[in-house]
Structures are given as structure tokens and as C-alpha cells.
């Protein structure tokens, strides 16, 4: 699992606004169908109700993807930050999935692949997403879960 940074690093930035940091937080792209539904995924199966969604999108979410060195007007991965590490990619996935527990702990399976191999597949996905999956408005969503989880 590579962590993209230093424990909490976003503290010090003063690019990065001051939020709520103590639970999982994931960035993702609003304008996104799959992001969309990875924000209804993570709704259905925080049952702690510890997870919060920041549209990249927003300052603070734009802020955030340019600390770790991600490109917010084109984004080829999403962020997730537990424990003030941050992941990407499917690192970002596995750590979701380990969160949630049950059965989503499988996606850890995906640690036999490679590391480039699995950046270079995530990325061919996040390339064609709008394509495949769509766009939508993920702050518009009458999901009441996701709703309840938004950062603005």
C-alpha cells in the first residue's frame, strides 16, 4: 500500500482549508457517474456512519488532490485519508473496502497485482469514466446517506 504523504501534512499547508479530518474522507469527482455510485457504495455499507464525501469540486476538495500532487481539472484517481495518510487509485479501494469490513475486505485481493499494473488499470478506467458510466451530480443526489456525508 503506498501512502502518498506524511501523517496529517495537510495541517500545515495553508493552500488546504481547516476541516474535520478525525474519520475516512474521500475526495471525488461530482460531475462523475462512477464516483456516483462509489459515494452510494460507501453510503450502503458505513454502517458506523464514519465516512465523509468531499466533491473535488469544492475548494477544499481541490485543495486537497493539488496537496498530494493530483491534478484536480483532470483527475485520474480519486483520494481517500484515514489515520492522515493519503491513498489513491486502487490503494484508495482496498483501504475503502478494509474499512467497511465484510465482505468488502476481498477487495485487499487486489494487492497480487503490481503495483504499476494496477495504477495503469485504474487509470484506463478513470480515462473513459464519463464515457462508460456517465456523468451526474453528486451533490444533487436525493440519496439521503450521501447527502448526510457531503464536506462542502
Not at 501512502?3 to 476541516?19: C, E, G, H, I, K
Not at 480519486?78 to 490503494?91: K, V
Not at 477487495?107 to 456517465?134: C, E, H, S, T
Request: aromatic letters at 8%; charged letters at 20%; proline letters at 7%.
Amino acid at each position: 500500500m503506498r501512502v502518498l504523504n506524511t501523517p496529517y501534512s495537510w495541517r500545515d499547508d495553508p493552500a488546504v482549508p481547516a476541516f474535520a479530518d478525525s474519520g475516512p474522507v474521500t475526495v471525488m469527482d461530482a460531475k462523475c457517474g462512477l464516483c456516483a455510485r462509489g459515494a452510494r457504495w460507501i453510503a450502503r455499507n458505513d454502517h458506523a456512519s464514519e465516512f465523509r464525501i468531499i466533491p473535488l469540486q469544492s475548494v477544499l476538495g481541490s485543495a486537497l488532490m493539488r496537496h498530494f500532487g493530483i491534478t484536480p481539472d483532470d483527475p485520474l484517481s480519486w483520494l481517500y485519508l484515514e489515520d492522515g495518510l493519503g491513498y489513491s487509485s486502487l490503494d484508495a479501494t482496498m483501504k475503502v473496502g478494509a474499512r467497511l469490513g465484510g465482505v468488502w475486505r476481498g477487495l485487499g485481493i487486489l494487492r497480487i497485482i503490481p503495483a504499476p499494473l494496477r495504477d495503469l488499470a485504474y487509470g484506463v478506467v478513470a480515462r473513459n469514466r464519463y464515457k462508460v458510466m456517465g456523468r451526474a451530480d453528486l451533490c444533487a443526489m436525493p440519496d439521503p446517506d450521501v447527502q448526510a456525508r457531503l464536506m462542502q
